[in-house]
Each structure stands twice: as structure tokens, then as C-alpha cells.
């Protein structure tokens, strides 16, 4: 009997291969709905086809499995209900910017801007953060009518993390946009109105009535360290592991019901 913490990619590759292998497999996601944060990657403007890679993953999965939507997983619920292994598909969460001002509530992070639908029509919105989660909601801000948008990056170059096609696209529609990139900055604080940050050594002001946070993303080993007291075998897959893309969680998703499958396998995970 298998325990899968988590509907989002991994977890529902992880069940769908389970399932069919033959194991009893129980899913618990604590979102009413599956998908996980592939939810929010389908939101920005032109990234609509992913929601067709989430409900592909849905329909693959066999009857048998057992689904829990809106059910927080705990180490006790976990085990009770008595499972041979738990793979933990649980994600990241979004990794907190350290400076003063970031508790302010006009300061949310990308996932919460596009999760809660938060309107940025005609105010100036400043995004921290030009990876490619940030440039990404940054487009979405100009696309969704906000007066100004802009970004601040610490390192010298914008979408470093995206391929020279996508990065190409996206530093286009951004410039079409009129979104304004400034990079090798550092934020030195966020005020009731404003961004303070330095550039090439000089102090600078950006005015904001919404300041979004994009810079990265963090696993939480919590639950994998509670199960392990226990004497549970854990593995743990995609961006809960380490944070990665689609295609990681996917594939480990995959490898840790396969080797589960093997007698005696053993997933270095």
C-alpha cells in the first residue's frame, strides 16, 4: 500500500504508475483540486496549454486510486492509515525575500498574486525577481492592465533560468509591454509606496502600490523528517525534493512507483 502526499505533477505520475503496477495507492491533496502549483504556471498570458499537461496526468489514472482532495496531510494521518511506503510529491513554497518592508501586506509572492486573483488594474506594480517565474507574472501584470510595470533583479542578466528560445520570446512580449527591466540591483528596503534599491552604486525609488516576490522557491522537509521518526519508508520526488521543472517531477514520479515495484528496489532518493 502506497501514500502519495501531494496532486501535482509528480504525485499524479507517481499514483498512476503505482496503480497500475498493481499496489493500492491513496492520494491526499490539501487543495480541493488537483495539479498543484502547475495551477499557477498555466496562468500568465500563453502558458494556458500546461492546464492540458495537468488534466492528461488526471485522466491517466486508474479508478482504483483512492483520491482525498482538501485533506492536509499529518504525520499521524499518515499512519493510520498503515501504508508500506510514502512518496512525498509535496512541492515547494515560494522563498522569502529578507528585507525590511517584505511583511507589508501590499507585498505577496507570485504564487499568491495569480492563486487569489489579485486585480492590478492602473496601479504600479514592481516585481522582485526576473527569473522566470517573475518575469512571467510580470507580463501578466502588464497584460492584466497595471499602469507600470517593473522588475528588479539581483543578478546581471533577466530569465538566466529559461532556454535561449524561451528567454528570446519572453524578453520580447515584455519589451512589447512596456515592462521595464533593471538588473545587478539590490533592494534595500520596500515602504508603504515605494521600492528603495541601488544601481551602479546609486540609491534609487520606484513607487508601488503592489510589490511582488519571485525570488525562488524552497522545499519543506518537515513532514519527510516526522515520517521517518516513525519508520516509514519515505521518497521523496520533484520540487520537494529540490525545486526543478515539470519534466523532474514527472520522471521521479515515475521512478519511485517502479522501483517500489521491484522486490527489494531501492530509490537513491
Keep these: 500500500k502506497i501514500v502519495i502526499v501531494g496532486g501535482g505533477p509528480g504525485g499524479l505520475q507517481a499514483a498512476a504508475t503505482g496503480a497500475s503496477l498493481g499496489h493500492r495507492v491513496t492520494l491526499l491533496e490539501k487543495e480541493d483540486r488537483l495539479g498543484g502549483r502547475l495551477r499557477l504556471a498555466a496562468a500568465p498570458p500563453h502558458k494556458e496549454k500546461i492546464d492540458w499537461v495537468i488534466d492528461d496526468l488526471i485522466a491517466g ?32 513554497t515560494p522563498a522569502r525575500l529578507d528585507v525590511p518592508g517584505a511583511e507589508l501586506p501590499h507585498v505577496v509572492t507570485a504564487d499568491a498574486l495569480l492563486r487569489d486573483r489579485i486585480d492590478v488594474a492602473e496601479r504600479p506594480v514592481v516585481v522582485i525577481g526576473a527569473g522566470l517565474v517573475g518575469c512571467e507574472t510580470a507580463l501578466h501584470c502588464a497584460s492584466s492592465g497595471a499602469r507600470r510595470v517593473t522588475i528588479l533583479e539581483a543578478l546581471a542578466k533577466a530569465a538566466g533560468d529559461c532556454e535561449p528560445i524561451t528567454r528570446g520570446d519572453l524578453l520580447t512580449r515584455l519589451k512589447e509591454r512596456r515592462v521595464e527591466i533593471y538588473t545587478g540591483v539590490r533592494v534595500r528596503e520596500i515602504t508603504t509606496s515605494a521600492v528603495e534599491f541601488e544601481a551602479a552604486g546609486r540609491l534609487e525609488t520606484l513607487p508601488a502600490e503592489l510589490v511582488v516576490t519571485a525570488v525562488g522557491a524552497e522545499a519543506d522537509h518537515r513532514l519527510e523528517q516526522g515520517l521517518q521518526g516513525r519508520g516509514l519508508p519515505v521518497y521523496v520526488i520533484g520540487d520537494a525534493r529540490k525545486p526543478r521543472g515539470i519534466y523532474e517531477a514527472i520522471n521521479e514520479g515515475w521512478l519511485a512507483a517502479m522501483k517500489l515495484s521491484e522486490e527489494g528496489g531501492r530509490w537513491n532518493g
Excluded: N, Q, Y
Design 61 to 92: 489514472l486508474p479508478p482504483s486510486v483512492d483520491l482525498r482532495t482538501g485533506t492536509r496531510a499529518t504525520v499521524a494521518g499518515i499512519a493510520a492509515l498503515r501504508p508500506d511506503a510514502v512518496i512525498l510529491a509535496t512541492g515547494a
